[in-house]
């Protein structure tokens, strides 16, 4: 079970099916919402914590499968749990692809959704800390001189100080001083601190 901001949402036409997925869910202590339809869902703002989206493949109007690629172009992180009774392999694959979580034919056992409810959650919450993480070493990073990071990209790479004023043509001891800013402004003490603030900013050379 995940912390108290995570949610599960439902969306399904079938109102027996939500009634019986809420029951489910509301047994396990997840918060729960249930949509009639998935543009009820897309209209709702979006969830800041852990979140997992229980959809059903066949529906009017927008369906599961062109739901997933709505929220792939509009950014979207939600983590998907299909069910369906209409599935096929083809479909399935699409879907598993595009980054779903779980592809469940009808009817499945109540287990198999709580296990893939727990994957999605846990999936949606480290993708938030990562992103969390990047944003975080990007902001470090953008308190550095256009010069310093130049020399940071340079230090990253592995060249000594004195290569480093080579490739920029300044004196070592220039060097040494952006380097000290560098390494003061992103509070850290060595390369190898460096290359994970880089790697959780996606910035590496």
Excluded: W
């Excluded at 779903?100 to 993708?127: C, G, H, I, W, Y």
């Amino acid at each position: 079970m995940m912390a108290s901001t995570a949610i599960v949402f439902v969306i399904d036409d079938d109102a027996s099916v939500r009634k019986s997925l809420k029951r489910l869910l509301d047994a396990a202590c997840y918060k729960v919402e249930l949509f009639t339809s998935a543009s009820k869902f897309l209209s709702r703002s979006t969830h800041p914590g852990p979140s997992c989206v229980v959809v059903d493949v066949r529906m009017p109007e927008l369906n599961g499968i062109d739901f997933q690629k709505a929220l792939i172009e509009g950014g979207r992180e939600e983590q998907l749990v299909f069910i369906t009774g209409h599935g096929d392999i083809p479909m399935c694959a699409q879907a598993m692809k595009a980054g779903a979580v779980d592809f469940l034919p009808k009817p499945f056992k109540p287990k198999q959704l709580l296990e893939s409810v727990e994957r999605s959650l846990t999936r949606s919450a480290e993708q938030r800390r990562r992103a969390s993480e990047k944003n975080h070493a990007r902001g470090l990073l953008e308190r550095l001189t256009p010069r310093e990071y130049e020399v940071m990209q340079l230090v990253a790479t592995g060249l000594l100080n004195k290569q480093v004023g080579g490739e920029l043509g300044m004196a070592e001891k220039t060097v040494k001083t952006h380097r000290a800013h560098v390494m003061q402004k992103l509070g850290i003490t060595s390369v190898a601190e460096l290359m994970v603030v880089l790697q959780k900013a996606e910035c590496l050379p």
